[in-house]
């Protein structure tokens, strides 16, 4: 079965990819499954750009290919994904959360298997019935794995009635459980991968910014605690890093914007706080001291 391949992304793994790995080792390892679909709800993932799967040829021509590339569809498109080894399988699940019934959707909300044992006499949803016999299905089922901030579902479909009985306790639910636990590390190691990236930020910006501290404290005759106050209200009032602030204030070396400074020094809480006097800023004759000697 020929599908769009996607290249390798960073460590960790892509959701999509451990959705499209489910789905492959599923038809691989239960006999009479001709297609799986995992979906994946509950968290934000990271983005997956490219085409939707194209058209392919008939379910069950073969088995061990890599699934398609993953869709979104429906109501829920922006918080659900969707790997499919074939497109047909990949707009079954669409067709169930577009009507919001269906295997999958009882699964999640049941939190348990759900089989249905011959499509052509299982009548619980009929949007979805109609369109699995349309591709030739007669069974499925449709597993369940909760994780850390999401929820994991695997769809194995067959063709023949009761070919999947006792599949929801066999290598499928297995492999499952592997996926999730797999997905939540894959958050975790992202989140700290964030956090990282977050501390180097921090401490790259944070020698501009004590250098910025320093051009404050000698343009108003403030302290340090003072001057970062200061920068912090600048931050705050012109929505911009507190990084990027610093790097222009360094840049200009304090010059023209002495009055700006005391202004919003004059307004920020550390600075009221330490003036004796409310009505007459502590900075103004260190301000125009700079002034005029500039």
């Not at 239960?30 to 709800?41: E, H, M, S």
């Not at 006792?166 to 592997?178: M, N, T």
């Not at 964030?194 to 250098?211: F, T």
Request: proline share 8%; with cysteine.
């Amino acid at each position: 079965m020929p599908i769009h391949h996607e290249d390798d992304g960073p460590v960790p793994v892509s959701a999509a990819r451990r959705l499209r790995s489910l789905a492959e080792e599923c038809v691989r390892s239960v006999p009479a499954c001709c297609g799986a679909a995992a979906t994946l709800g509950g968290e934000a993932g990271e983005p997956e750009p490219g085409p939707e799967a194209g058209p392919g040829p008939t379910l069950g021509q073969g088995q061990g290919r890599r699934p398609g590339r993953e869709r979104r569809h429906g109501p829920e498109a922006d918080e659900r994904r969707t790997a499919a080894t074939h497109p047909d399988l990949a707009a079954l699940v669409a067709v169930q959360f577009a009507a919001g019934e269906g295997p999958v959707r009882a699964a999640l909300d049941g939190g348990l298997p759900v089989e249905v044992h011959d499509l052509l006499h299982d009548t619980r949803w009929p949007a979805h019935r109609a369109a699995a016999l349309r591709a030739g299905l007669r069974t499925s089922v449709t597993l369940p794995f909760r994780r850390p901030g999401g929820e994991v579902t695997l769809t194995l479909y067959g063709f023949h009635p009761g070919s999947l009985a006792g599949a929801a306790h066999g290598p499928a639910a297995a492999l499952g459980e592997a996926a999730a636990a797999a997905l939540a590390r894959d958050d975790l190691h992202r989140a700290a991968l964030a956090e990282i990236g977050h501390l180097e930020a921090a401490l790259r910006s944070r020698p501009v910014i004590d250098q910025a501290v320093g051009v404050v404290v000698h343009a108003l005759g403030c302290g340090p605690e003072e001057a970062h106050a200061v920068l912090r209200r600048v931050s705050q009032l012109t929505n911009r890093k507190l990084a990027d602030v610093a790097a222009a204030v360094v840049r200009a070396r304090g010059r023209g914007v002495e009055k700006e400074l005391a202004r919003l020094a004059a307004r920020s809480p550390t600075t009221r706080s330490r003036t004796a006097n409310p009505r007459e800023s502590p900075y103004k004759g260190s301000a125009q001291r700079n002034r005029s000697e500039a």
